[in-house]
């Protein structure tokens, strides 16, 4: 039996065509900043990448810094600004941003620098009043919110935030990984600084940009040589970047998109209908297309996830898991889920490859297993 992927959030599998990039690099091995043939010629194709990567984002070529992925692109550019404006930076996020974010912003504070965390309500959101209050209280010199929630695909209102933060001459950074792909750029392509991730667009892993809109000042944190125009030092990952350049130019189409969402949508309705003791977290805001973060009432998110790993289905449940447990997502804590709650959480996320006969498929083992750990538990 074919397993079935339901865990496009976490990566997604490599295209044939970001696989046929790759293997020009193969062809194009010099080192890219060597000034003879070889060098140029790996340089060139560097730079077809870049091209790429940035029509498909709506930005200037040299706006694009390439990375080892969305994690260093979040820490170039929280510690990028740290380390320009040291005694002066304050940073404003929020509570449920990815761990390289969480964990940079706490190491700032550990460094003196003060930070505030805007907190999101039981949808997952916060109000724009909220934000705007807490810009004027906290005073920030870079804020930092991602554009789309990884674990419940709840979609952060970048447009207002922006305005809001350009009337004040404050930087926004955001955290794009979850949204470039699967919401049109002009939504978010125009924040100061953007994280991006070519393994979340079947890409390869180990490949990333930070988006350095022109005039954001900004410093380099790895150094070693002139590459990135002196924002990244080090020799280029330049397969990681063809791939990524071939990722880009073949994003999924908007009917793509909306096929997902028809898929996720009859997901969650099926279930809400079938199942009781079964809710939505981030219901009822707009939400990325292709993600559902669901609470199965009275049922361990590990018991369930397992039983359908036995199924051939990959889920995730949304968290971290460490010494082979899985604890409570952080993000679903700071919905106002209790502990038990976010315990009880799976997140389904689906990607263009995926089928209606792959959704069936996934929804009658959910309601078996559902229903056979309630009944099992009821007997107990
Ligand atoms: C929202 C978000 N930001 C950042 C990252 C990290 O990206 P990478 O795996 O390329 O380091 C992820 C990956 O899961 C993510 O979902």
Redesign the pocket.
Known sequence: MNRIYADF??TTPLSTVAQSWMARAFEFWGNPSSSHAHGRQANEIIEESRDLIARSLGVSSFEVVFTS???EA?TLALLGSFFLKKPQMRLLTTTVE?S?IRDTAGFLQDQGVPVDYLQVKRSGLFDLEVFERQLNEFRPTLVSV?AAN?ETGVLFPLKEMFGICQQRGIILHT?A??VFGKVSPEEWNFCDLI?I?A?KISGPKGA?ALIVRRGTPLVATHYGGAQEIKRRGGTENVVGILGFGGAASDLPTPEEINNVRILRDTFEKTLLETLSGVSLNGADVTRISNTSSIRFEGISSEVLLGALDLDSISVSAGSACSSGSISPSHVLLAMGLNKQEAKESLRFSWGKTTTREDVDTVLRAVIKHVTRIRDRKRKV
């Open positions: 959030n976490a992925g969305g994690s979040n990815h390289s991602m990884n955290d990984v979850q994280s991730t393994h990333g």
